[in-house]
């Protein structure tokens, strides 16, 4: 089709990169996704699905070389929640896979022009120190510095946030960043070690009889915001279509405690169940996205409210849990 627009979604078998092919194939992209698996959850929409390694730098020459790309984004990582980026025991792995790719796809984009550029940060990069209270007044861009991410995950992001500006500086190409804050919703990693909290309650609700219990990592009461994936994918798309590179937060500025999501699962599924707290890995006390800069450079912030996202996935996950069964 003549004029149609391509774009390469790295991550593609993933979460965010599954939902973000099917909105660019709704938009009439052209669209080639990549990842090292297939996607879990649902058949692809995308025109062209390559299945590969992107810490080789042949694969990732292959993937840019072969057809123009309009637009990259770049999503792929070696990541999961708390279980899997708090323990420690995955540390070098993060940061040499997420590096990798990052870096093969910097150069590969540059030397085959691909132009405009998507990149994954994440709220991740924030600095611990100022986390350390369950009201988090939000987190604003600027925050991010003097640095100190509690993860070895957000400093890698922080170094590929900057990778990518520097290609921007130095090569004339086109970066736009966004620091997603805890994105759910239904088609992503729900069992397994990797899940985030949204997930992992709804599952743990879905799976236990009225009247059962429930653990819960710690006391419950860290806070997070959580944002619904078609909002991530309106401010992708939005962030794209503008002059801002960011780095630009994509998230909600809805605080709620674990406990407090936990109850909300709960009433979803209309359960009572008992919470025990257990130890186990936290991050920081307490996180929220501060949105006054997306208003002011995109003229538009994240409005759809927790408890609509968490119905439809509540939903998702319990018909995934009782065709296990
Ligand atoms: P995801 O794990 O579902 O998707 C990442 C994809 O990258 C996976 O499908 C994985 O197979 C792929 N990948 C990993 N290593 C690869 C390799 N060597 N070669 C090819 N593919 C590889 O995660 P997601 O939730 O969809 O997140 C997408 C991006 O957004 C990631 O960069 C993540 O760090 C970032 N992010 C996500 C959140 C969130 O709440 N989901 C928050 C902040 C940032």
Not at 131 to 154: M, V
Not at 236 to 242: A, P, T, V
Not at 267 to 283: D, S, T, V
Not at 292 to 318: F, H
Request: glycine share 12%; charged share 25%.
């Amino acid at each position: 089709m003549a004029n149609q627009k391509t774009a390469l979604v790295c991550g593609a078998g993933g979460f965010i990169g599954g939902h973000l092919v099917k909105r660019l194939k709704e938009e009439g992209y052209f669209v080639r996704g990549v990842d090292i698996k297939q996607h879990e959850h649902r058949e692809t929409c995308a025109d062209e699905f390559v299945q590969g390694d992107l810490r080789e730098q042949s694969f990732c020459r292959q993937i840019t070389s072969d057809k123009h790309f309009d637009e990259l984004y770049q999503l792929a990582a070696d990541m999961g929640g708390a279980g899997y980026i708090f323990t420690g025991e995955h540390d070098a792995a993060v940061m040499h896979n997420s590096a990798t790719i990052n870096l093969n796809m910097a150069e590969e984009a540059r030397k085959t022009g691909i132009k405009k550029i998507f990149y994954s940060s994440s709220a991740c990069i924030y600095p611990a120190s100022i986390q350390e209270d369950a009201d988090n007044p939000g987190l604003k861009e600027t925050d991010a510095y003097p640095a100190g991410p509690d993860s070895e995950y957000g400093w890698e992001k922080l170094f590929s946030e900057r990778m990518y500006l520097s290609y921007a500086r130095n090569y004339g190409m086109e970066i736009h960043i966004a620091r997603f804050h805890n994105i759910f919703g239904p088609f992503g990693t729900w069992e397994g070690g990797k899940e985030k909290a949204p997930a992992a309650m709804c599952r743990k609700v879905a799976e236990t009889p009225n009247g059962g219990g429930i653990e819960i990592w710690g006391d419950g009461e860290q806070t997070r915001t959580f944002l619904y994936i078609d909002e991530c994918l309106e401010g992708i798309r939005r962030l794209m279509n503008s002059q801002v590179a960011g780095p630009v937060n994509i998230g909600s500025d809805e605080l709620i405690s674990i406990n407090g999501l936990a109850e909300m699962a709960m009433n979803i599924a209309g359960k009572k169940l008992a919470i025990k707290h257990i130890p186990g890995p936290l991050g920081v006390r307490g996180r929220s996205s501060e949105n006054s800069y997306i208003q002011q450079v995109l003229g538009w912030r994240p409005t759809t409210k927790l408890i609509d996202g968490m119905k439809i996935t509540y939903q998702w996950i319990a018909e995934q849990a009782a065709k296990r069964k």
